[in-house]
């Protein structure tokens, strides 16, 4: 098995092709429905991806919960995405979702800082508990935020829970598939952007997330990720890289019970 196979997820995938365009219909009316309660490309960096779409619940918020999209730092926007606040929403929590600049255009440590200056203005405009959940590149993503480096101490301090969903922890075997001609990794980076080689946060409940029919290499590192980080691993009956995320739509699913610290 080489390595582009390993993380090859859309090829072990019925229907893969048929995900993406159903994210962005589903997405789309999950806008439509919630009217002025949906606040889509607010700024918060130079270049047009740096936005975040908020939304917001009806009463005064429990907290915010900020969801960062996956598509291995090359592919899609968070506007893809929008229809997975539902489950949190429902919960009585605001949901922000950013987009972010795209490889090659940027280097994945630059995404990094990208979500780190999202996240300090989604505080900026809320108050009280941060929750965050990520997906694939998403979840090495939200990983990062524990690092003292990239975000203010008054910031961080209000982040409690992270769920990391199927993660690429260790971004060091990326470079040697076919998409580090995008992702441009050096060892020097990639070891440093992998959140294996991070030490735990202390104070946040971290939940690793991952479904059971996923890649064997996504379940490998799954698996060193929480023990590394001595966080609770959830293994996900009957979902595979491309469905795990569904449940976050579900205000009952024990993924947004995770993710909001209600068990």
């Not at 598509?71 to 979702?97: C, E, N, P, Q, T």
């Not at 990520?134 to 979840?139: D, L, N, V």
């Not at 990794?185 to 409940?205: F, Q, R, Y």
């Amino acid at each position: 098995m080489t390595l582009d196979d390993a993380y090859a997820n859309a090829a072990y995938i019925d229907g893969a092709e048929d995900f993406p365009p159903l994210w962005e219909r589903e997405a789309s009316a999950f806008r439509d429905e919630l009217g002025v309660r949906a606040q889509t490309g607010v700024r918060y960096g130079s270049s047009d991806r740096q936005v975040f779409d908020f939304f917001q619940p009806t009463g005064v918020s429990r907290g915010t919960v900020v969801f960062v999209h996956g598509g291995y730092w090359k592919a899609f926007d968070a506007s893809s995405f929008s229809h997975l606040a539902a489950g949190a929403l429902s919960r009585g929590w605001a949901v922000a979702m950013p987009s972010y600049d795209l490889c090659p255009d940027v280097r994945i440590s630059d995404i990094s800082t990208q979500i780190a200056a999202a996240l300090t203005e989604v505080a900026n405009r809320t108050q009280g508990t941060i929750a965050l959940a990520g997906h694939s590149a998403g979840g090495q993503l939200v990983a990062r935020m524990t690092d003292p480096l990239l975000l203010p101490g008054e910031v961080r301090d209000r982040v409690e829970q992270i769920v990391s969903i199927s993660p690429v922890a260790d971004l060091v075997p990326l470079m040697q598939t076919a998409m580090n001609d995008i992702l441009q990794l050096d060892a020097t980076e990639a070891s440093a952007e992998s959140p294996i080689n991070m030490s735990p946060p202390h104070g946040v409940n971290v939940t690793i997330w991952v479904g059971a029919d996923e890649r064997p290499v996504f379940l490998e590192q799954a698996e060193t990720f929480a023990r590394t980080w001595g966080a609770r691993q959830v293994i996900a009956q009957d979902k595979h890289h491309f469905d795990v995320i569904d449940a976050l739509a579900d205000p009952e699913s024990d993924l947004i019970a995770a993710l909001l610290g209600l068990k």
